[in-house]
């Protein structure tokens, strides 16, 4: 049995890119995922393909700026489980413009979901781990954060904010 096996996922941002990618390895390691994402159609093909294969996956429409959201899919994981082992906060998004020609809204909506999307679900999934004596967290975040990019005032903002964040929880 390697380390992974029926241990319970969720990937935020799970039903494409990097987050698929990440949903289909841990399914391959015999971990129990959960894909969190607002795209339904993909999220549920995803979980067809797995269940296909004979993993064990779980679909869920997930908006990370919802605690209510979030915490309605906590409840049915641990219910059908009982915990929760992992976290990846990956879901992201880019509303790039330069910062004269940036909105409120694009700005707002990015730091909602990069930023405030990984502090809710870590939050409220962080006190299910401690209970349970065991857990993982793993947030996703950029070189953008670190160096900057033009166009990406909002998107760099957020990804320095989760390096900060993870520094920070990582001394708890």
Known sequence: MNSLEKKVVIVTGGASGIGKATVEAFAEYG?????????????????QQLLNNGYIAHFYKVNTTDSNEIKSAVDSITEKYGKIDVLINNAGITKDASLLKMTDDQWDQVIDVN??????????????????????IINASSVVGLYGNFGQTNYAATKAGVIAMTKTWAKN
Do not use: Q, Y
């Open 31 to 47: 971990s129990i995922v959960n894909i969190w994402d607002l795209n339904e159609e993909r999220g549920k093909e995803l979980e």
């Open 115 to 136: 930023l405030k999307g990984v502090f809710n679900c870590t939050k409220i999934i962080a006190p299910i781990m401690v209970a349970n004596g065991f857990g993982r």
